[in-house]
Nanobody
Framework: QVQLVESGGGLVQAGGSLRLSCAASGRTFTTYSMGWFRQVPGKDREFVAAISWSSGSTYYADSVKGRFTIDRDNAKNMIYLQMNSLSPEDTAVYYC?????????????????WGQGTQVTVSS
């Protein structure tokens, strides 16, 4: 059974940084792609970044490009999201997700497994 557990959220001032972690277990993920999404109340879940576990190729939403970096640690089955230059608009619950496909996807329906989310709050 696939389990994704996020951590690292919290409260940070605008301009600051946070690093989110996602611990993945229950499968060998080499044929998977992994994504980070975020959601604020009343809005749809929004794609943030994704990485192909096997190739390491990445893709970012325009809103975070140049500020956020997604990475993986194959040995530890961990996915990370380094977030720099945070702004109040980045405030959301951030979710880690896994897709049973190596090709990166941005649509939520492409992802098969989800974590419980971690809150990120950026104060102005």
């Amino acid at each position: 059974q696939v389990q994704l557990v996020e951590s690292g959220g919290g409260l940070v001032q605008a301009g600051g940084s946070l690093r989110l972690s996602c611990a993945a277990s229950g499968r060998t993920f080499t044929t998977y792609s992994m994504g980070w999404f975020r959601q604020v109340p009343g809005k749809d879940r929004e794609f943030v970044a994704a990485i192909s576990w096997s190739s390491g190729s990445t893709y970012y939403a325009d809103s975070v490009k140049g500020r956020f970096t997604i990475d993986r640690d194959n040995a530890k089955n961990m996915i990370y999201l380094q977030m720099n230059s945070l702004s109040p608009e980045d405030t959301a619950v951030y979710y880690c997700a896994a897709a049973r496909r190596a090709i990166i996807a941005t649509a939520t329906y492409r992802y098969d497994y989800w974590g419980q989310g971690t809150q990120v709050t950026v104060s102005s």
